[in-house]
């Protein structure tokens, strides 16, 4: 079963519009004039180490905080003046699970279902549908407490699209499952893209962002510091390549010193090793100065990027 | 006129639903969660009204003599009210709102927190007044025996009022679910504010004095007008102050704990504020 499209909405205007968005708590800025768009059928990942406000960013978009400035459009809807209907519009899978554990799974739906208005049409069906779709039609008169953790997911998840939202934020969707519960819950959110969703996604797991996004949002210190497809935020960030050496190797010292002359970011040590992000000049110039050194050569990855900004912050 | 969001939140769609929510969970369950608002009246009426009432043969009220377990009657009607409203926000709200997560599988919804305030505080309410029906049942039961002479008319009044006090002592007992730092902390509202407040309150015995703080205390404490205002009613027959006092102080509350509790628990809960 696929989901129903979402009703009539210009392609091309993006369904989350947000722009200079500011929030503050206790006088810090939390989130620093943030601006960010998600199309239909669009992934876009929030990604930033802890504390660069990817949370408050994605809480201030699907309307729990108010932002001190900004504006947000859902559907063409501002947020501020219809908060309402905007809200109907939206849909949120949380970190934790926030399933009603007093109901079974089907009342689940069937209470979720009440808290919008006007309620979802022909809400035993879709209820039905929800089931079948997410797996979940073998549970449906159990309590979600015996659920595993993969299946508790799809309830989320079932439960987040019963009012046939435009939008949906996935706030860490697959944090602290196993493998294969993980490339399942990746699945439903590849099909939800193809139903047209437009998903806000953030994430610990960069394989993850890699995998799922269509486009990124780099956050750092509340700030957006790039935006756009993995390669062209990594080539942005990162480098072209990322060149790898063993960091036991007395002439490890040597390359810090060389990239620190050369004006390059400061090598990351990872375990053993020590990585050093470079261009195609940089990388020349390093073969030249250290001809006889043994390394490798990779190209970046979300990693390295994750890496490189939690250094920083 | 209108009316600030604060307010105008408790007529909305919203507050319904998660009242409605609550209500459900409820029918599911009142079989077994009914025993013991039902047994606790009379076994209290039984221990304290007939077995304690038979050592004190010569009890008065006002200067008029009255059985004890007639004087008991009401103050059990207002303290039910009070405690099983007050118990209510705080203790089940906090397990909701902590542990398991309701109140943020709301919040991801067209529902607001307002919303899930007055959805909390209405339930609270409604429980409270359903409880001091099944105490006024057990009372009729009394009546019936011919151990209980009420002026059942009064009724007809009290029942309303116990609504209303019971969604101020609601409120109240939301401000601590704000304020509480965790479960454990719980014994302090209950120590600090339902001890004092539901007995040194006129509900189990009368409390009179001179001092300025007896006096200042009995025109402070909204129970003690709830419980006279109901004996006055209920023993006598009569329409009195106290009706009025505990009205104007239920009313009192509700307007200023409601935009409290709010702010509390938009701070607790959103990180907001």
Excluded at chain 1, 73 to 90: F, K, L, N, Q
Excluded at chain 1, 217 to 229: D, H, K, N, P
Excluded at chain 2, 164 to 184: E, K, Q
Aim: with cysteine; glycine share 8%.
């Amino acid at each position: 079963m696929s989901m129903p499209a979402p009703d009539s909405h210009p392609p091309d205007v993006p369904i989350l519009r947000a722009a200079g968005l500011v929030k503050q708590f206790t006088g810090r800025r939390v989130v620093d004039g943030v601006d960010l768009q998600c199309r239909a059928g669009q992934v876009l990942g929030l990604l930033g180490a802890n504390g660069a406000g990817k949370t408050t960013t994605l809480r201030l978009c699907a309307g729990f905080l108010q932002p001190d400035a900004g504006t947000i459009h859902v559907a063409g809807i501002d947020r501020r003046a219809d908060p309402e209907a905007a809200a109907r519009r939206v849909s949120v899978c949380t970190q934790d699970d926030t399933f009603d554990s007093d109901f079974t799974v089907r009342g689940n739906l069937e209470q979720m279902s009440r808290y919008f208005h006007p309620r979802p049409p022909a809400v035993k069906e879709r209820i039905a549908a929800l089931l079948e779709r997410f797996g979940l039609d073998r549970y449906a008169d159990a309590k979600p407490d015996i659920l595993s953790g993969g299946y508790r997911r799809r309830l989320m998840l079932a439960r987040a699209l019963i009012h046939e939202p435009h939008l949906l934020f996935l706030d860490e969707p697959t944090t602290g499952l196993d493998p294969q519960a993980r490339l399942e819950v990746w699945e439903l959110i590849d099909a939800l893209r193809r139903d047209g969703l437009a998903l806000v996604l953030t994430t610990h797991y960069m394989d993850e962002a890699e995998r799922l996004a269509d486009e990124l949002l780099i956050l750092r210190e509340g700030q957006g510091v790039a935006a756009g497809s993995s390669r062209a935020v990594l080539g942005d960030l990162v480098g072209e390549h990322v060149l790898v050496l063993d960091a036991r190797n007395p002439a490890a010292e040597t390359v810090r010193t060389w990239a620190r002359q050369a004006g390059l970011p400061e090598p990351t040590r990872v375990l053993s090793t020590l990585h050093l992000a470079l261009d195609g000049p940089g990388l020349a110039r390093f073969s030249a100065r250290f001809g006889d050194l043994r390394f490798e050569v990779r190209p970046p990855t979300l990693d390295d990027l994750f890496l490189k900004l939690a250094e920083k912050s | 006129m209108t009316f600030p969001p604060h307010y105008r939140a408790a007529v909305q769609w919203q507050s319904r639903a998660v009242l409605g929510r609550h209500l459900t969970v409820y029918r599911r369950n009142w079989h077994t969660a009914v025993l013991p608002p039902l047994l606790e009246p009379i076994i209290l009426l039984l221990a304290f009204g007939v077995g304690l009432g038979g050592f004190i043969p010569d009890f008065a009220w006002r200067g008029r003599p009255v059985a004890y377990l007639a004087y008991l009657a009401p103050g059990m009607l207002a303290y039910t009210a009070f405690m099983t409203a007050f118990f209510q926000a705080l203790f089940a709200a906090y397990i909701r709102m902590h542990y398991q997560k309701t109140w943020e599988g709301q919040l991801i919804t067209q529902v607001r927190l307002e919303h899930v305030i007055w959805g909390e505080v209405f339930w609270a309410a409604t429980l409270g007044t359903v409880y001091a029906l099944i105490v006024i049942l057990v009372l009729a039961g009394f009546s019936l025996a011919g151990w209980l002479h009420l002026h059942w008319a009064g009724v007809v009044l009290v029942v309303p009022l116990l609504f209303l006090a019971a969604l101020a002592f609601a409120t109240l007992g939301l401000l601590f679910t704000a304020l509480v730092p965790s479960i454990d902390h719980m014994n302090i509202p209950f120590f600090l504010v339902i001890m004092p407040l539901g007995f040194a309150s006129s509900t189990y015995f009368p409390l009179e004095g001179d001092s300025p703080w007896t006096q200042a205390w009995l025109i402070l404490n909204p129970l003690h007008h709830l419980a006279e205002g109901i004996r006055f009613l209920l023993l006598a027959g009569e329409w009195n102050s106290h009706l009025l006092a505990a009205c104007g102080l239920f009313v009192l509350m509700i307007g200023v704990l409601i935009p409290l509790d709010e702010r509390l628990l938009r701070r607790r809960v959103l990180g907001e504020g």
